[in-house]
């Protein structure tokens, strides 16, 4: 048995141009309060970059997973309070509680102590909601990966086989695991998600999640006996594992997205849940209506909500308290049953309670940061927030940490947008997609949003990607060249313009205009960006509108298909386990790149709109690489970056930035890596094992 394995429009004020123009004379600050890279700096025995732009990076680490048996902790400890409670009688023995196969931590600088309160920022909805996950929630994956995010390392599960077809995935879980109520982890919570709620019409549309399929067919969950459990694929899926390692996946954990995760808690939710409770559907159809509730499935999903629902049972390292509906702050505290252990047996979490305090917005949590109000921070804190956070760090009792993305930020377009038949028939045009590209210059808007820390690029990964395609892909069409735009413009018939210089409309109703959507994403202003650019597409004679809006705003208008253009991740860290950022079929603002387009690829061809040729090369490769091993897989990937590129179905504007890449610790917290794989597919900085954590 394998333990592992590697396998819409406004102007920007007088203020906001000032914050712009600060921003882009703060780098001098970084200068003098953060080390610098030297000219010569060389990337490390791993591969990974040692610098971001001009700033050095620490060094890449974590803790490690022991798999070696000789080695797991014979006797077992836990926290004061919790030996009290098994005193009294109020809670088994901690051998009792973390089973016969406890997750075993080696901590990266050495054993914690118990005790204390870790304080951080509660900021924004969903952003809120993910960045509670990313810290508190585990990983909660059955497995995960290791601090370099190159290697599958086992979590919930022990271990796994794969058949020689590669069809065949059986995964051996811990033997003992308990959710935070105590009751039993088995394979029943696995096939309770897969039976009950991924195939249940009402609570999930079957065959949706590109996790569960492969060649378009569906892959079937079997259970083999209480702690073993079979994914069955209808074609090669080498890539199974991995998609169980990551907890950004549909079977990456049970937390975060509503009626997904790979199990559930049984024990808990079939009382909610018409084919298990007591009195059938008439039963859940009364307590979703004494509930407040229109049917018994937004019930069952309000259940589900781990951030709000302390009573939903967690496999994590802590267990929610208080819910982050609360207007003021979300708690989370140690889980009795927590199954992780460091090399000495004391059962983990150090820590014992995550307060997270509501900020009303981001200016606010970078003051507190500098106060010291807060022992750990990231994800929120944008990179116009560094200079200051630098010059703070004695005062307020914390360090910076830096850690660059391996993807890209940019614009996605919606090259699916119908609302006004001409402007989508241009963004299906790839010259005119080229032509935007190149009229961006990307070193204003690296200098000014990103105080220069990331690389001028296409929709390119970072050079130390698996799948990065080459060094001369960096730059395709996405460097500054007016004159080749134009040109381009010109090309494709948009040579009529008005006094002003604006291109007009082929269909002779007026000036041709495109429309941004503004959102704060990413640690990035998406309205003062977009103002930017609107300044850089005047001199190549394109008009852009810039609509500031709100981020649930912007997702529901992109979900109807009515969004033209928004900030957004455009590369990926992993062509096949993150794929929204270069083909259809992703969620949230991803989703902007063609949503009928998902919808057919997804429905096998019954729903949506078929993609225009190009397009569908690119998601015919995916598929492909999907079902091959490496090398041929690698290579593929590197394909589909060449024609993603080569086509600007993305404009990609910086690479390896620091977007969610800043975050700060207080000097009193221990075990906290210099640096970390900043990765969506491992949730960073979950990838920091928090739960090792302590206070010295």
């Given at each position: 048995m394998n333990v592992h394995r590697q396998?819409?429009?406004?102007?920007?004020?007088?203020?906001?141009?000032?914050?712009?123009?600060?921003?882009?004379?703060?780098?001098?600050?970084?200068?003098?309060?953060?080390?610098?890279?030297?000219?010569?700096?060389?990337?490390?025995?791993?591969?990974?970059?040692?610098?971001?732009?001009?700033?050095?990076?620490?060094?890449?680490?974590?803790?490690?997973v022991i798999t070696d048996a000789s080695k797991f902790p014979k006797t077992f400890k836990e926290a004061p309070e919790l030996a009290a409670l098994v005193q009294q009688g109020k809670l088994p023995p901690v051998a009792d509680r973390i089973g016969q196969d406890p997750i075993v931590l080696k901590p990266l600088e050495g054993i914690g102590k118990y005790g204390g309160t870790l304080r951080k920022a509660l900021f924004g909805g969903v952003t809120a909601e993910l960045t509670a996950y990313k810290f508190g929630v585990g990983p909660s994956s059955l497995f995960y990966w290791d601090p370099t995010r190159t290697k599958v390392v086992p979590n919930l599960a022990l271990g796994y086989e794969e058949s020689a077809d590669g069809k065949t995935l059986?995964?051996?879980?811990?033997?003992?695991?308990?959710?935070?109520?105590?009751?039993?982890?088995?394979?029943?919570?696995?096939m309770f998600w897969f039976e009950d709620i991924y195939q249940n019409k009402q609570l999930?549309?079957?065959?949706?999640?590109?996790?569960?399929?492969?060649?378009?067919?569906?892959?079937?969950?079997?259970?083999?006996?209480?702690?073993?459990?079979?994914?069955?694929?209808?074609?090669?899926?080498?890539?199974m594992i991995q998609r169980l390692a990551s907890p950004l996946s549909d079977v990456g954990g049970n937390t975060f997205r509503v009626a997904r995760g790979g199990y559930q808690p049984k024990h808990y939710l079939m009382k909610?849940?018409?084919?298990?409770?007591?009195?059938?559907?008439?039963?859940?159809?009364?307590?979703?209506?004494?509930?407040?509730?229109?049917?018994?499935?937004?019930?069952?999903?309000?259940?589900?909500?781990?951030?709000?629902?302390?009573?939903?049972?967690?496999?994590?390292?802590?267990?929610?308290?208080?819910?982050?509906?609360?207007?003021?702050?979300?708690?989370?505290?140690?889980?009795?049953?927590?199954?992780?252990?460091?090399?000495?047996?004391?059962?983990?979490?150090?820590?014992?309670?995550?307060?997270y305090t509501a900020a009303d917005n981001l200016e606010v949590v970078a003051t507190r940061a500098v106060a010291g109000e807060y022992d750990f921070q990231e994800n929120i804190l944008g990179v116009d927030k560094l200079p200051v956070l630098i010059d703070g760090q004695t005062r307020g009792g914390y360090k910076v940490y830096l850690d660059p993305e391996q993807g890209a930020i940019g614009i996605m377009i919606n090259l699916a947008y119908e609302d006004d038949p001409e402007i989508g028939e241009w963004y299906r045009n790839v010259d005119f997609r080229r032509a935007l590209s190149l009229g961006i210059d990307r070193s204003q808007i690296n200098e000014t949003f990103f105080l220069g820390t990331g690389i001028l690029s296409s929709s390119a990964p970072s050079d130390d990607n698996l799948y990065f395609p080459g060094k001369e892909w960096r730059t395709k069409w996405a460097t500054l060249d007016i004159a080749q735009a134009n040109q381009l413009l010109d090309k494709i018939g948009l040579t009529q313009k008005d006094s002003d210089g604006y291109r007009l409309r082929k269909d002779g109703k007026g000036r041709l205009r495109l429309a941004f959507t503004g959102v704060a994403r990413l640690g990035v202003d998406g309205a003062q960006l977009g103002e930017m650019v609107k300044q850089h597409w005047q001199k190549i004679g394109i008009q852009l509108d810039v609509d500031n809006v709100a981020s649930a705003l912007a997702q529901q208008r992109i979900a109807a298909n009515q969004t033209q253009m928004v900030l957004n991740a455009v590369a990926t860290e992993d062509v096949y386990l993150f794929t929204g950022t270069l083909t259809p079929g992703g969620g949230g603002f991803s989703a902007i790149i063609g949503v009928p387009y998902g919808q057919w690829l997804?429905?096998?061809?019954?729903?949506?709109?078929?993609?225009?040729?190009?397009?569908?090369?690119?998601?015919?490769?995916?598929?492909?690489?999907?079902?091959?091993?490496?090398?041929?897989?690698?290579?593929?990937?590197?394909?589909?970056?060449?024609?993603?590129?080569d086509n600007v179905f993305t404009i990609g504007i910086v690479s390896a930035d620091l977007n969610q890449g800043v975050r700060?610790?207080?000097?009193?917290?221990?075990?906290?890596?210099?640096?970390?794989?900043?990765?969506?597919?491992?949730?960073?900085?979950?990838?920091?094992?928090?739960?090792?954590?302590?206070?010295?």
């Open positions: 396998s819409h429009a406004r102007r920007i004020s007088r203020r906001e141009l000032l914050k712009i123009s600060a921003a882009a004379s703060a780098a001098s600050l970084l200068v003098a309060c953060f080390p610098q890279a030297t000219p010569s700096a060389s990337p490390g025995a791993s591969g990974t970059p040692q610098t971001a732009g001009k700033y050095a990076l620490g060094k890449l680490g974590g803790p490690e059986t995964v051996h879980l811990r033997r003992g695991l308990r959710w935070n109520d105590g009751e039993p982890f088995t394979a029943d919570d696995i999930y549309t079957p065959g949706t999640s590109t996790d569960l399929l492969i060649a378009g067919k569906p892959v079937a969950i079997e259970k083999v006996d209480q702690y073993t459990v079979r994914y069955v694929s209808p074609e090669r899926n080498s890539l909610f849940h018409p084919k298990y409770a007591a009195g059938g559907q008439a039963a859940v159809d009364k307590m979703a209506t004494d509930a407040k509730f229109n049917g018994w499935v937004p019930f069952f999903q309000d259940r589900v909500t781990w951030q709000n629902n302390p009573d939903y049972p967690l496999m994590s390292p802590w267990k929610v308290t208080v819910p982050m509906n609360n207007p003021t702050q979300f708690v989370m505290e140690r889980n009795p049953y927590s199954p992780w252990v460091d090399t000495d047996g004391n059962q983990l979490p150090y820590i014992g309670k995550l307060q997804t429905s096998g061809g019954k729903q949506g709109k078929e993609p225009f040729p190009a397009l569908k090369q690119a998601m015919d490769l995916l598929e492909k690489g999907k079902t091959q091993s490496d090398p041929e897989r690698t290579e593929t990937a590197k394909e589909l970056f060449r024609q993603h590129i700060i610790a207080k000097t009193t917290l221990g075990n906290v890596p210099a640096r970390i794989v900043n990765s969506n597919l491992a949730q960073s900085p979950v990838n920091a094992s928090p739960q090792t954590f302590y206070f010295k």
